[in-house]
C-alpha cells in the first residue's frame, strides 16, 4: 500500500493542531462547569469524550506522547468513582494546560514539558488496579450499537432494489495500527465507489468512532464477494463483512436480480425486520427501524464545513477592492458622457448597465465580507478561565458574565483585540473588583461580578468590559500624575475628570501601590489604546466611583471598505469614515470663540470644542469667511472638524502606508478615486490625542492639526492636489 505523501501528512497535522485547539478550549469549559457542579456524571463523560477525542486524533497524526497520556486520562475517568473525585477539576484544568503546552512544543518541534505531575494525579484519580483492568477493557474492539436507517436511507435502498440491484450491509474494522484511521474512511467509501452507491454510514463522519469500525448501506449490480475485496485494504482494515439486505414487499413489476449465494465467511442472508445484535461486530441482521428520534441521531451529514486560508479571502477581497475602484472609473466616465451629450440615445443604457453592475458589486461585496465575519463567542470564551485563575491568583471571589457571543466581527479585528481584552480583564480582576471582605463592608455582595459584552451599533461594533468594582480613584490618578511629572499642580487641579481618566492610557502609568504578577508595572491600557488606534477604533473608559468601571471599545465592522466623507483643507483632498459624522454645520468664523485657549462653537445649546485642521485665515473679515463643520462622535465624545469645503460621499478601499510615505499618525491610510486622485484618509483617534496636547505659535494661536503637519513633511511626500 502506498504511504501518505509528506504534504498530507503535514495537511493532516494542521487539521490537528485547529480542532485541538477548539477541543482544550470545551475541555476548559467543562472543567469550569465541573468546579461549579462537582460530581455531575454528564460533565463527567463531557470531558471523557473531549479527551476520547484528543486521543484518537492525536494518535492519528503521530504525536503518541500525547494520545498516551489522553489514553491514561481517558480511562481514569471512566471509573465509577472518578466523578466523586474531589480533585477532578483541578486535574482537568491541567491537562489541558499541559496538553496545550505539548500542542505548541509540537508545533515548534521544541521539548516537550513533564507530564510527571499530571500522571501522578491521573494515577491517584484511576488507582493502580482498576487502571490496568481498564485498559485491557479498551484493547478489546469495542462492538457497534445497533444501526438505525433514516427514511431516506430505506427509500433509496428500496429505489436501488426497484431497479434491480442488491442492496448490501457491509461492516468494515479498522485495523488499531492503522497510521491514519481518520482516513481510513475515505479511503474504505473509495473503494466502494467503483462498484455501487453508497445509500448511508454510520459513525457519522465527524465521530471519533468511525476511526474504529463502519457500517455502510450499499446498493450494487455485483456479488457481496467483489465488494469483500475490496474493502480489504492492508493496515488499513482487519475484518469485513458483507451481508445482503432483504428489504420486504417489493413493488408490482419490479425485477430483482438474483444474487448468487456468497462465501459462508463473506455473506449471510438477512432480513430488515431483524434486529441486530447490539453486543457483536458480527451480527447477521441488518434492521431499518422507523424511529424517528433514532434516525436524527444517526442521520449521515455531509462536510460542509470548508477550511480556506485567510489569506486567500483577503486576496478576493482586495480583488473586490479593485473592482470598486473600477466602478468608481466607470462612473466618472458615464457622467463625463451624460455632460457632453445630455441627449444621447446611449446614456440611459449605459446608465442601466452601471446601475445593474453597481448592484452585483455591492451583493459581492457584502457575501465576501461576511466569510470574514465571525461571533465574538470564538474570543470570549477563552475568559472564563483567564478569569478564575487570575482570581484565584488575587485571593478574590470573581464571576464572569457573558453576553453578545453572536455578535460578528472581522476576523482580523477579532484577533487584534484578543490582547487589549485580556489586558481589561485582568485589570478588572486585579485593580476593579475588591476583596470579599471589603465588598460585604461596602454593603456589597462577596462575589464580584465581570460582564462582557458585545452589540452593533450602526456601522461599528461595541464591545464592552465592565466590573463592579471600587472604580477608578480620580484623585489617586491626579496625584499621581503630578508625581510622575506629567502635569503641574494647577493644571491637575483644574482639569475635568474626564481628561484625567485619560492620564491612565499613558505608557508606564499606573496607581497600584504594589507590583503584583497581575498588575503594578504600567504596562497595559497604553497597549488598549494604541491597538483600538491602529484597528481605527477607539476606547472610553466610564468611572462610577464606589461602583465600577466600564471600558468600551468601539470597533469598525471592517478595515478594508468604508463609506467615506470627502472634504479639503487648504486645497488639499481628505477623507474620514461617515459612520463617524453625526451631523455637518454651516457657520462663520465670527461664530467660534475661545475658552481656556480652545475654540469652541455654540451649537443649538451645545458648546462644541472646535478642532481646526488648516490655518486660521488673515487678513480677512471673519463675518465674510464661511465654514464647514463636521460633528464628529467618537464614543460619548462630541467635537467638530473644520474643513475648507466638501467634496461628495464615495465608497474608498483602504490602501495601507508605510512610515515613509507618510510620517505622522494623524493619517491612517489612502485610497485612489475613480479619475484618479488619490485621497488620505485620516486617524479620528489619533486627531483627537493631538487635540488634547495643543502645540501654540509664536502669536499664541493655535496651529491647525494638518497645516502643521504639512509644514513639517519631507520634500519627497506626495502633496494631495486637487
Request: charged content about 25%.
Amino acid at each position: 500500500m502506498t504511504q501518505f505523501s509528506d504534504d498530507r501528512g503535514a495537511e493532516l497535522r494542521e487539521l490537528f493542531f485547529d480542532s485541538a485547539q477548539d477541543q482544550l478550549q470545551s475541555l476548559n469549559d467543562e472543567a469550569l462547569k465541573l468546579e461549579k457542579c462537582p460530581g455531575d456524571s454528564e460533565t463527567v463523560r463531557s470531558i471523557r469524550r473531549i479527551v476520547h477525542t484528543l486521543k484518537g486524533d492525536a494518535a492519528a497524526s503521530g504525536f503518541h506522547e500525547l494520545s498516551e497520556l489522553a489514553h491514561e486520562l481517558e480511562d481514569a475517568l471512566a471509573l465509577e468513582t472518578a466523578a466523586a473525585h474531589s480533585s477532578l477539576a483541578e486535574i482537568a484544568f491541567q491537562a489541558a494546560d499541559i496538553f496545550g503546552e505539548m500542542l505548541a512544543a509540537y508545533r515548534s518541534q521544541g521539548k516537550l514539558p513533564s507530564t510527571t505531575s499530571l500522571r501522578r494525579k491521573v494515577a491517584e484519580l484511576a488507582g493502580a488496579p482498576k487502571a490496568k483492568k481498564s485498559r485491557s477493557r479498551k484493547s478489546q474492539p469495542s462492538s457497534p450499537a445497533q444501526t438505525v436507517w433514516t427514511e431516506y436511507e430505506k427509500l433509496a435502498a428500496e429505489g436501488a432494489r426497484d431497479q434491480g440491484r442488491q442492496v448490501y450491509d457491509v461492516r468494515v474494522v479498522i485495523d488499531p495500527q492503522c497510521a491514519m484511521p481518520i482516513a481510513a474512511r475515505q479511503l474504505v467509501l473509495k473503494a466502494l465507489a467503483g462498484l455501487g452507491d453508497v445509500l448511508g454510514s454510520r459513525p457519522e463522519a465527524n465521530s471519533t468512532e468511525s476511526a474504529k469500525q463502519l457500517r455502510l448501506l450499499v446498493a450494487s449490480d455485483k456479488l457481496a464477494d467483489a465488494l469483500a475485496a475490496k474493502c480489504r485494504i492492508p493496515t488499513v482494515t482487519t475484518q469485513v463483512q458483507v451481508e445482503a439486505v432483504e428489504l420486504p414487499g417489493p413493488k408490482a413489476g419490479a425485477k430483482a436480480k438474483p444474487v448468487p449465494p456468497p462465501p459462508a465467511a463473506e455473506k449471510t442472508e438477512t432480513k430488515l425486520e431483524a434486529p441486530t445484535d447490539p453486543g457483536s461486530v458480527s451480527g447477521n441482521a441488518s434492521s431499518l427501524h422507523d424511529d424517528e428520534n433514532a434516525a436524527k441521531k444517526s442521520a449521515v451529514t455531509s462536510e460542509n464545513t470548508l477550511r480556506v486560508d485567510p489569506e486567500r479571502i483577503d486576496t478576493v477581497l482586495n480583488l473586490v477592492g479593485e473592482l470598486i475602484i473600477g466602478k468608481s472609473m466607470l462612473q466618472q466616465a458615464l457622467n463625463e458622457f451624460a455632460r457632453r451629450f445630455p441627449k444621447d440615445a446611449f446614456r440611459g443604457r449605459f446608465a442601466d448597465a452601471m446601475a445593474f453592475q453597481s448592484r452585483v458589486l455591492n451583493d459581492l461585496q457584502r457575501s465576501v465580507m461576511k466569510v470574514r465575519m465571525v461571533p465574538v463567542e470564538q474570543l470570549f470564551r477563552r475568559f472564563p478561565r483567564m478569569v478564575r485563575d487570575v482570581a484565584r491568583q488575587c485571593n478574590k471571589d470573581v464571576e464572569l458574565v457573558l453576553s453578545g457571543e453572536n455578535t460578528d466581527l472581522d476576523k482580523g479585528l477579532l484577533d487584534g483585540i484578543a490582547e487589549p481584552l485580556t489586558h481589561l480583564v485582568r485589570n478588572a480582576v486585579g485593580h476593579g473588583i475588591e476583596p470579599s471582605d471589603e465588598r460585604v463592608r461596602a454593603g456589597k455582595p462577596a462575589q464580584g461580578t465581570i460582564r462582557l459584552d458585545a452589540y452593533h451599533q450602526g456601522n461599528q461594533v461595541v464591545v464592552e468590559i465592565s466590573d463592579d468594582g471600587r472604580g477608578i480613584d480620580v484623585q489617586k490618578v491626579r496625584s499621581r500624575a503630578v508625581e510622575r511629572g506629567l502635569l503641574s499642580a494647577d493644571d491637575a487641579a483644574k482639569l475635568p475628570d474626564a481628561s484625567i481618566l485619560d492620564l491612565i492610557f499613558r505608557p508606564g502609568f499606573s496607581t497600584a501601590d504594589e507590583i503584583t504578577e497581575v498588575s503594578g508595572r504600567g504596562v497595559g491600557l497604553d497597549v488598549v489604546q494604541n491597538v483600538l488606534h491602529r484597528l481605527k477604533g477607539t476606547v472610553q473608559v466610564e468611572n462610577r466611583p464606589g461602583q465600577g468601571t466600564t471600558f468600551r471599545l468601539r470597533l469598525p465592522l471592517t478595515l478594508a471598505i468604508i463609506k467615506a466623507l470627502l472634504f479639503r483643507v487648504e486645497q488639499r483632498l481628505y477623507a474620514i469614515p461617515l459612520n463617524a459624522v453625526a451631523e455637518i454645520a454651516r457657520a462663520r468664523e465670527s461664530d467660534l470663540h475661545r475658552v481656556d485657549n480652545r475654540e469652541v462653537l455654540q451649537l443649538r445649546n451645545q458648546v462644541l470644542p472646535i478642532i481646526r485642521l488648516g490655518q486660521r485665515p488673515t487678513l480677512t473679515d471673519p463675518r465674510l469667511v464661511k465654514i464647514f463643520v463636521l460633528v464628529m462622535r467618537l464614543g460619548e465624545r462630541k467635537f467638530g472638524l473644520l474643513v475648507s469645503a466638501l467634496d461628495g460621499e464615495e465608497e474608498l478601499v483602504i490602501k495601507p502606508l508605510d512610515d515613509h510615505t507618510v510620517e505622522t499618525d494623524l493619517v491612517s491610510g489612502a485610497s485612489i478615486l475613480g479619475d484618479g486622485r488619490v485621497v488620505l484618509i485620516l486617524n479620528l483617534g489619533a486627531i483627537v490625542d493631538r487635540f488634547s496636547k495643543p502645540s501654540q505659535t509664536k502669536d499664541g494661536t493655535e496651529p491647525g492639526l494638518l497645516a502643521s503637519h504639512a509644514a513639517r513633511q519631507p520634500a519627497s511626500s506626495p502633496e494631495v492636489q486637487p
